[in-house]
């Protein structure tokens, strides 16, 4: 059985029907519910909420429950939900993933589903692609929401909203048939602060904006700066862009590290002189790049260097490998553009710019360097988390999209979501036309402007997709020399995106756009375009994605309108060029075919689907790779957080202070009496190492120790470290109580939990610098016949207990030697310089310090691991490998 039919129980009909008897229920009460008046529907709100308190399921109140909300809809929006709608709202509550093609009414779908779980008084999270769609969905929804008696929320990067309906909004001469426009919905929305926003009933918010919050709750310095509740529920529209093309990308806080950026610009200088195939190899189908022996050769006397890879030159290995990878694998205007002195990422999925997003471990740098624009310093980590599992904390998660069958598997596999397609309420009557292959991309590029031509002449509007800036670019001048008046829809244009899209159905409109810019927004036909046949859709180049092939499609045919799409494909392709279309148009030339002929031909139609099959399962397992490492990491996440929550919950810290004080004490007697032969213990270091601590006389320790040690009248030398460690606690402990007395009980609360949460908070920072550095060197493994995976997981636990131990011992430290002169605002001072990294909008500081500006935003793209030779570090309090018999920071790491 295959994993579609396990997802839908042998079939998606079957699913479908299932619910359908669920949405009978409803539709049976409808007579009912239309004769309640506005203020009768809100009360039902009240008695729904108290039900549910009662002890009623969610699936108890459910036909009643999504009555309400079609009614509620029909009054407000004057759009009344169809019963396939109602079959997909069902699937969002029972936490799926609903399949709905373009036009059906995605955004009213979900309401149903939002306000029954929302009756519980828990929260839910619409999770939008951008800010615009999520003040819009909040100001347009929050209509219905209002309506029922619940609050609506809207959290933007810099800003968050509350709906409130103002005295225009209830103005029946502001209407436009029955609705209010959308520019007047969003005088509805107003200002409130990050956490009353997440205490309303809905919230809307992209994923960025949700996951940042999330890091930024889990460095507040105190309760009061936290912003989120439990993850109740979320529905996550355009779900596939967010759980899968965005998975690979980690949410990372950061900030600014004080490394020079000069090494960007030398590599940047010299990289360019090495020759391809010679000096280093490429590799386009994993998008990556190989020096050579030669090229390493050339780059180290170029540089003045001996062996790059000797310890100590690890930096020269970081810098040459980013440095290659910016020159050769990383194209302007395809992957960035250049734009005010400033590299901008544009979304491989979207076409999007995306200012504030910066790729990561100094890849960015070494595109600025190779722009010969400022060179922007690099940042260390100050918390980050997956998609993956930020949304796998949800208690109930859900989600919609046009395209999600493709990625079902993946769904099922990794978010336990199984997908539920949604008949369309209007038959599909759109043409799908096969694709059309040509030799070179030259006779393509003609063949297109061919057939623009001729729709033009009959008014027939035409969307033309393509991958990148530069293809869209390159089409415009062809049009343009056909004097063919058209707009353009990229990146470098994205302000008049909506106005573009809003154009794209009208009669004679030619339109380029790249990739799925203005998804999101359905494009509607202009008067007449239905005779003519509908939208023409034309795909310049087939995406490695399925999915996105698929979205294209998908702006035309809405609501059972004609429509038509073909996709025009050339041997010179990249997917082609990837997967074997070098062969197949050397064979072309060999026959002798023109350029501009058309090839049908079976094999070259298989090659595309199989080169797609291929990637997506490629892709499939890097996203898979990416959370195998970093569930890890997440164990120790939520260990380090739950510590964090601890040290601001409670109100009081004593107990934990007192168990670290017995397990300092324990680490202090390990590390000196590690020795069988107990005539090598020193007592001498064992007493400095409590005076290191406490900064107090130790002389009487030092001799209660020594009688210890050399005691007869003990059973073996266990007996005598635990003594030792019972000495050592007590001592501890009462200079602890004396700290105490000097400050005062309540003063010293308050001191235990700013020193806690202040080295856990440090030590997290460098524990994931190390981390990141395992990582990236983790790969070697694979060359000693030791699986990387399980090595990692090995010696990320080593660094994880170090951890802990570390932060016991600077706490104790601490205690002991703080003189209270902190000052209080010092982390709002540090706050200023966060920066944000990954997602397709920058997050930004609001929760903690208000907005700011300067984030950065890094992006992880599918990069080989990176070779740089792991060195297990040394604990302090570690023996000392050179042999001294001391410990490592009392020796050679002083």
Not at 198 to 209: H, I, K, M, Q
Not at 620 to 647: A, M
Not at 693 to 698: A, E, F, H, S
């Amino acid at each position: 059985m295959g994993i579609l039919e396990k997802i839908f129980g042998g079939s998606a009909k079957k699913e479908v029907n299932r619910i359908s008897k669920i949405v009978e229920k409803i539709n049976a009460l409808e007579p009912l519910v239309s004769k309640l008046s506005d203020s009768e529907i809100k009360e039902k709100t009240n008695q729904l909420k108290e039900r549910i308190r009662a002890g009623e399921t969610t699936n108890d109140v459910l036909p009643e429950a999504f009555a309400l909300a079609r009614e509620a809809g029909k009054r407000v929006s004057g759009e009344r939900l169809f019963d396939v709608q109602l079959i997909g709202a069902v699937a969002l509550h029972e936490g799926k993933i609903t399949e709905m093609k373009t036009g059906e009414g995605k955004t009213l779908t979900a309401v149903p589903a939002v306000y029954l779980n929302a009756l519980s008084g828990k929260g839910v999270h619409v999770v939008t692609v951008n800010d615009y769609l999520s003040r819009r969905d909040a100001a347009w929804m929050g209509a219905i929401y209002y309506f029922l008696g619940l609050s609506t929320a809207c959290i933007n990067h810099d800003i968050s909203y509350l709906y409130q309906p103002t005295k225009d909004s209830s103005d029946e001469s502001v209407l436009i048939e029955g609705v209010l426009p959308a520019e007047k919905q969003l005088e509805n929305l107003k200002i409130i602060s990050r956490n009353e926003a997440y205490l309303a009933d809905v919230t809307y918010g992209t994923n960025n904006e949700f996951g940042f919050d999330y890091l930024r709750d889990n460095m507040a310095p105190s309760l009061d700066r936290m912003v989120q509740r439990p993850l109740h529920f979320a529905i996550v529209d355009e779900v596939d862009s967010i759980l899968i093309d965005e998975a690979r990308t980690p949410l990372i806080i950061s900030a600014p590290d004080s490394e020079s950026t000069k090494m960007y610009d030398q590599f940047a200088r010299l990289v360019p002189r090495l020759k391809e195939n010679e000096d280093y190899n490429v590799d386009e189908k994993m998008k990556s790049v190989m020096i050579t022996a030669e090229g390493i050769a050339k780059m180290e006397k170029w540089l003045g260097i001996g062996n790059i890879y000797e310890s100590g030159k690890v930096s020269y290995v970081h810098h040459l490998e980013q440095a290659l990878k910016a020159n050769i694998i990383f194209k302007k205007d395809r992957d960035y553009v250049v734009k005010d002195g400033e590299v901008i990422i544009v979304d491989d999925f979207t076409g999007r710019l995306m200012p504030g997003r910066r790729y990561s471990e100094g890849l960015h740098q070494a595109i600025e360097a190779k722009e010969g624009v400022k060179v922007q310093k690099e940042s260390r980590t100050l918390a980050s988390i997956t998609f993956q599992n930020y949304f796998r904390m949800y208690e109930k998660l859900a989600g919609m999209t046009g395209t999600a069958v493709t990625s079902a598997e993946e769904f099922f596999r990794v978010y336990k979501l199984e997908v539920v397609q949604v008949p369309t309420h209007r038959p599909m009557i759109r043409k799908d036309l096969p694709d059309v292959v040509y030799k070179t991309e030259l006779g393509k590029f003609q063949a297109i402007v061919k057939k623009i031509k001729e729709l033009n002449l009959t008014g027939q509007p035409v969307l033309v997709g393509t991958i990148a800036i530069e293809k869209s670019e390159q089409l415009s001048k062809f049009l343009e020399k056909e004097g063919i008046r058209h707009e353009v829809l990229n990146a470098k244009n994205h302000q008049r995106e909506a106005q573009i899209i809003a154009l794209a159905g009208q009669r004679g409109s030619v339109t380029i756009a790249t990739n799925m810019a203005g998804r999101g927004t359905d494009i509607k036909l202009g008067e007449g375009v239905k005779e003519l046949g509908g939208l023409y859709i034309i795909g310049t180049e087939r995406h490695e994605a399925r999915r996105i092939d698929d979205q294209l499609r998908g702006r035309s045919g809405r609501q059972g309108d004609p429509g038509i799409t073909q996709f025009y494909i050339s041997l010179e392709d990249e997917l082609m060029r990837r997967f074997g279309g070098e062969k197949l148009k050397n064979l072309m030339d060999k026959l002798g075919l023109p350029e501009d002929q058309p090839i049908e031909n079976k094999i070259i139609s298989r090659s595309i689907e199989s080169a797609q099959g291929r990637i997506e399962g490629f892709n499939f397992d890097i996203r898979k790779h990416v959370l195998e490492y970093d569930d890890v990491l997440n164990k120790q996440r939520e260990v380090i957080y739950k510590k964090r929550k601890d040290i601001l919950t409670k109100n009081q810290l004593k107990s934990e202070i007192e168990e670290m004080i017995v397990d300092e004490a324990e680490n202090i007697v390990a590390a000196g009496t590690f020795e069988m032969d107990e005539n090598a213990w020193n007592t001498e270091e064992l007493a400095e190492e409590v005076k290191a601590l406490t900064g107090t006389t130790i002389e009487g320790l030092h001799r209660k120790l020594l009688e210890i040690k050399m005691a007869k009248n003990y059973a073996n030398s266990a007996e005598k470290k635990a003594e030792m460690v019972n000495q050592i606690s007590q001592f501890l402990k009462t200079r602890y109580l004396a700290r105490e007395k000097e400050f005062g009980p309540s003063l010293m609360r308050e001191v235990e939990r700013a020193i806690y949460l202040r080295t856990l908070d440090s030590f997290w920072m460098d524990h994931l610098d190390e981390i990141d550095y395992l990582r990236d060197s983790i790969g070697l493994q694979g060359y000693g016949q030791r699986d990387p995976l399980i090595e990692y997981k090995r010696q990320a636990f080593g660094l994880f207990q170090k951890l802990l131990a570390n932060i016991n011992e600077t706490v104790i430290k601490g205690l002991f030697s703080v003189r209270l002169n902190f000052s209080a605002s010092e982390s709002d001072e540090k706050a200023k310089n966060l920066q944000y990294s990954g997602g397709e909008e920058s997050g930004q500081f609001e929760a903690l310090n208000g907005a700011t500006d300067g984030n950065q935003v890094s992006s992880k793209k599918e990069e080989k691991v990176q070779p740089i030779v792991n060195q297990d570090k040394i604990g302090r309090n570690d023996p000392c490998p050179c042999g001294s018999g001391k410990k490592y920071k009392k020796c050679c790491g002083k």
